[in-house]
Nanobody
């Protein structure tokens, strides 16, 4: 099993900043992709920012220039620095990680989600 522990969500005023973190643990051989998705009420879960298997980053157009994803590979942790937050950024943010267990089985794990609320 892979466990993803998220932290850093909360309530912030529009224009403010938050940092989310997500740490992976378990019988992990590799993490090939890791990132953040979000889901607002009544909407589907969408990509926010993620590291691809090739090591590059993908961002949703709506967050480019405002959000930055970073990682600490030694800690199996990714961070999402969110600046200039807008009310439309309000959502539950989920961490996702994909890779291989120690026995070479694939995994696709999700965190429990952390609420981000931006007040206008």
């Amino acid at each position: 099993q892979v466990q993803l522990v998220e932290s850093g969500g909360g309530l912030v005023q529009a224009g403010g900043s938050l940092i989310l973190s997500c740490s992976a643990s378990g019988s992990i051989r590799s993490i090939n992709a890791m990132g953040w998705y979000r889901q607002a009420p009544g909407s589907q879960r969408d990509l926010v920012a993620a590291f691809t298997p090739g090591g590059s980053t993908n961002y949703a157009d709506s967050v480019k220039g405002r959000f930055t994803i970073s990682r600490n590979n030694t800690k199996n942790t990714v961070y999402l620095q969110m600046n200039s937050l807008k009310s439309e950024d309000t959502a539950v943010y989920y961490c996702n990680a994909r890779g291989y267990y120690g026995d070479y089985r694939r995994y696709d794990a999700w965190g429990q989600g952390t609420q981000v609320t931006v007040s206008s």
